[in-house]
């Protein structure tokens, strides 16, 4: 496999992040089968890819709908969070499984989940790529692929300043790209 020359290592490889996916999406099948209609909320843009390849194994029945989210002034550091692009529906009463990128202090994700709790779902869950080994504010993550290192993390859907995020695997970034 080619690796990029900006990267620093490699975290996890095309082959465990699909297996990994393979097993969420089962486990998913599994809790979820008595539910009619699983809204899924992937959060732009980070979780796009995780999201395609995720639901494209689900067996039960599913929509798949977006949220855009964004801190202010950040590159690499958490500030506040906003709405940029809200549901298209109300999710009152609906099985909801929020799909995101990473966690990192979890101050995104938890605010988010603030948000969707208000909104009264029938039920809320939270289906996350990748979480930093580091504090994170026992924010609640159902279902988890990977816990990583507290390093910059870039490819499959993670970006630095829009960059990367093709790449198919999940990767350390060089520290001199970001410091810069
Ligand atoms: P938190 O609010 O959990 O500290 O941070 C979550 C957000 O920060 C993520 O949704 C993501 O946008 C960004 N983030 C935190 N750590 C990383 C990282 O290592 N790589 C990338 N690409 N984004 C990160």
Redesign the pocket.
Known sequence: MEIHPDIERVLVTPEQIQARVSELAQQIDHDYAAVDRLYIVG?LK?AFIFLADLTRQLRIPHVVDFMA?S?YG?T?T?GA?RILMDLREPVEGQHVLVV??????????DYLLHILNNRKPASLRTCVLVR?ERQ?NGVKVDYLGFEIPD????GYG???ADRFRTLPYVAELKRQVYSK
Do not use: A, F, M, P
Not at 100 to 109: A, P, S, Y
Not at 151 to 154: I, L, T
């Open positions: 959060i980070g989210l801190s950040r690499t958490s969070v995101e990128d990473i966690v990192d202090t979890g101050h995104t994700l930093k994170n390093v910059w993390v870039v993670l970006d630095y």
